[in-house]
């Protein structure tokens, strides 16, 4: 990835975590921005491979992250911005970063539960709702208290797979 597409996708999902944390939305002009910007870069590049694909690129985040969806516990535009990053990279940093992103949203979720004393009761919650699923049972998660702003972590995850990525070649 080039200087200036790096900045470009980092300063979508900055202005992503705004919007994300005002209103608990993510633009969809935002996203079609950043996948019109990432095959322009994938354009310029000039790589035919990387051109060719690009569908599969942004697609491949909507079907892994799609039951999570299915079930509340990820939003439509966590997932819109997953497909935005791979417009941008590739699927190895992907699964990089949405290993990141929610390794990041678990330490921010168990801090905040410690903080908030409410440890016990989410952690036994989580369980009834996996032993459920496990049973056959399958229920949207039902979100006590305010929603989170998964693009930070996102944001977070990037970040990380950027660091991560860079040091492995």
């Known amino acids: 990835m080039s200087a200036i597409s790096h900045l470009t996708l980092y300063l979508l999902l900055?202005?992503?975590?705004?919007?994300?944390?005002?209103?608990?939305r993510i633009s969809n002009r935002l996203?079609?921005?950043?996948?019109?910007?990432?095959?322009?870069f994938?354009?310029?590049?000039?790589?035919?491979?990387g051109i060719i694909w690009f569908l599969p690129d942004i697609v491949f985040p909507v079907?892994?992250?799609?039951?999570?969806y299915l079930s509340g516990i990820l939003g439509a535009g966590d997932i819109k911005l997953f497909s935005v990053?791979?417009?941008f990279t590739n699927l190895r940093f992907i699964v990089v970063c949405m290993v990141a992103?929610?390794?990041?949203?678990?330490?921010?979720?168990?801090?905040?539960?410690?903080?908030?004393?409410?440890?016990?009761?989410c952690m036994y919650n989580g369980i009834v709702y996996c032993r459920d699923i496990l049973y056959g049972r399958f229920a949207r998660y039902e979100k006590k208290g305010k929603a989170v702003s998964f693009s930070v972590y996102v944001l977070l995850g990037t970040v990380?797979?950027?660091?991560?990525?860079?040091t492995m070649r």
Do not use: H, P, W
Request: aromatic content about 14%.
């Open 42 to 49: 994938r354009l310029v590049g000039g790589k035919v491979a």
């Open 160 to 166: 990380a797979s950027d660091i991560f990525c860079y």
């Open 14 to 24: 900055t202005v992503a975590v705004i919007g994300d944390i005002k209103s608990y």
């Open 85 to 87: 990053i791979c417009g």
């Open 63 to 68: 079907v892994i992250l799609y039951l999570l």
């Open 31 to 40: 996203i079609l921005t950043g996948l019109g910007f990432a095959f322009l």
């Open 101 to 121: 992103s929610f390794l990041a949203a678990a330490a921010g979720g168990l801090v905040k539960m410690i903080v908030s004393k409410e440890f016990f009761c």
